[in-house]
């Protein structure tokens, strides 16, 4: 379980899920023939998400628990294969409860 106690730890979690749905679209995208590169445009959204998200964060204007973050529906439905499902889901958690220093 990946966890923040305050805005740097979040952003530095936010990162880390940019870097790796970046990292999964641009090899994905390599190997053409891989049954997997229809994900590449839902991991490129979803990083965009969290990239506007991160600045939001950063800026000071995001409000925290509120409601679930946009690319959670598609992270339920795409849990299967996605090796980090898991940092998204917490980072949403985190979101949901807003208990950050």
């Not at 991991?43 to 409000?63: E, P, V, W």
């Not at 959670?72 to 950050?100: C, K, M, S, T």
């Given at each position: 379980?990946y ?5 740097p ?7 880390e ?20 590169a229809d994900?590449?445009p839902h991991?490129?959204?979803m ?11 950063g800026?000071?204007t995001?409000?925290?628990a ?6 959670v529906?598609?992270?339920r ?6 090796p ?18």
């Amino acid at each position: 379980m990946y966890s923040a106690r305050n805005i740097p730890e979040l952003l530095e979690l936010v990162d880390e899920a940019i870097f790796e749905l970046e990292e999964m679209a641009f090899c994905m995208d390599e190997e053409m023939e891989d049954e997997l590169a229809d994900l590449v445009p839902h991991c490129r959204q979803m990083a965009d998400y969290l990239k506007s998200l991160r600045q939001d964060i950063g800026n000071g204007t995001h409000r925290f628990a509120e409601k679930e973050l946009e690319y959670v529906p598609l992270v339920r439905r795409l849990r299967q294969v996605l090796p980090f499902h898991a940092l998204l889901e917490d980072i949403n958690r985190i979101q949901l409860y807003g208990r950050l220093r």
